[in-house]
């Protein structure tokens, strides 16, 4: 199968590329090399198509051939301030409508989309008086007095957090995170409208050799490792007990190549989205001490610190992405943070 990878020479894309080349497919890279994700001073490899999503008639020319497309091309994290809302847009939701409207046009009709777990916002909660309840965003004012776990919106009882399913209602919390949700929107709209088959594998937090060093738009695992790189301590927000599921990256990428693998066997004109986790949820500050522990270095710094936007809890089942598709992950949370702890960073 020749597949083009759209942000396959990113972090994740590029342990795409190598899964699928490791399973006799044919991977076509594109890659706009953005800054943000991969320093100002990136050069193309060998092979790579160095190209932008939004740019209609490149894309049109990358597709000649190919049979499906892995869709990573992405501006991720949470950014430095709203100011960055045009960007995400213009990256992630103008250039996925180009690169789909292209894929009508060549008649490519097998998509896999890199998702996200954060179109769900706030993660699954009980209260033991009113069963599942949805809190809504954390107060200011309460996240500086120290409170960060969220309360029972109707009697303001403590509650227990728990894994959130695919059907679960959406609630995206930041600019990101509406962005990675409007990308489904549209993936869902193209797969109606031309009976293409879309599957969106919503990432949890990935984790893993190439990540990119310290930057805004990096993700916490990526902080923490550069941070211990320096030899400084990593800084944990808020108090630390923030519950995450950290996956490798080399699950994800075996679980994007059993997708499109896959995908030709689903009913004509479906969309259908994926959580993709470790099913081991840890805390941020079990992460921090275990990636500070691998790596020999300074332990982690509780600051209580905070960032607007951000939710306390979100863990999400993915046992429909095993049942259907058979998928598993296979690097367990203490061997991946030390694989890490020792492996570079991309600058």
């Known amino acids: 199968?020749?597949?083009?990878?759209?942000?396959?020479?990113?972090?994740?894309?590029?342990?795409?590329?190598?899964?699928?080349?490791?399973?006799?497919?044919?991977?076509?890279?594109?890659?706009?090399?953005?800054?943000?994700?991969?320093?100002?001073?990136?050069?193309?490899?060998?092979?790579?198509?160095?190209?932008?999503?939004?740019?209609?008639?490149?894309?049109?020319?990358?597709?000649?051939?190919?049979?499906?497309?892995?869709?990573?091309?992405?501006?991720?994290?949470?950014?430095?301030?709203?100011?960055?809302?045009?960007?995400?847009?213009?990256?992630?939701?103008?250039?996925?409508?180009?690169?789909?409207?292209?894929?009508?046009?060549?008649?490519?009709?097998?998509?896999v989309l890199a998702g996200s777990m954060v179109v769900y916002g706030e993660g699954r909660y009980d209260?033991?008086?009113?069963?599942?309840?949805?809190?809504?965003?954390?107060?200011?004012?309460?996240?500086?007095?120290?409170?960060?776990?969220?309360?029972?919106?109707?009697?303001?009882?403590?509650?227990?957090?728990?894994?959130?399913?695919?059907?679960?209602?959406?609630?995206?919390?930041?600019?990101?995170?509406?962005?990675?949700?409007?990308?489904?929107?549209?993936?869902?709209?193209?797969?109606?409208?031309?009976?293409?088959?879309?599957?969106s594998l919503r990432y949890h937090n990935v984790y893993g050799p190439r990540m990119p060093r310290d930057t805004p738009y990096a993700g916490v695992a990526s902080l923490f490792r550069s941070a211990l790189a320096r030899g400084e301590a990593p800084r944990v927000f808020e108090d630390g007990g923030q519950r995450r599921d950290f996956v490798h990256v080399r699950d994800v990428a075996a679980a994007g190549a059993t997708a499109l693998e896959a995908i030709g066997e689903r009913p004509a004109g479906t969309f259908t989205a994926y959580n993709t986790g470790s099913g081991e949820p840890h805390t941020v500050g079990e992460m921090a001490e275990a990636l500070a522990a691998a790596h020999g270095g300074p332990r982690p710094v509780v600051t209580g610190e905070f960032r607007l936007g951000d939710v306390r809890h979100i863990t999400a089942d993915s046992a429909r992405l095993r049942a259907e598709l058979g998928w598993k992950p296979e690097v367990g949370f203490a061997e991946g943070m030390a694989e890490f702890a020792a492996s570079g960073l991309r600058d």
């Open 1 to 111: 199968m020749r597949v083009l990878v759209t942000g396959g020479a990113g972090f994740i894309g590029s342990h795409i590329v190598d899964a699928l080349t490791a399973r006799g497919h044919e991977p076509v890279v594109l890659d706009a090399l953005l800054p943000t994700a991969h320093g100002d001073a990136a050069q193309p490899p060998p092979g790579l198509l160095h190209l932008d999503v939004r740019d209609a008639g490149a894309v049109r020319v990358a597709l000649r051939g190919v049979d499906a497309v892995c869709h990573q091309a992405a501006m991720v994290g949470l950014g430095k301030d709203f100011a960055d809302a045009p960007a995400y847009v213009s990256c992630n939701d103008l250039g996925t409508a180009v690169l789909l409207a292209a894929m009508a046009e060549a008649g490519v009709g097998r998509l």
């Open 127 to 199: 209260c033991p008086a009113h069963g599942t309840v949805r809190p809504g965003p954390r107060a200011e004012r309460d996240l500086l007095a120290g409170l960060f776990e969220p309360r029972c919106p109707t009697c303001g009882a403590a509650l227990a957090p728990g894994l959130v399913g695919e059907d679960a209602p959406v609630d995206p919390r930041n600019v990101y995170a509406t962005t990675k949700l409007a990308q489904e929107h549209l993936a869902a709209a193209w797969a109606r409208a031309t009976g293409g088959r879309a599957v």
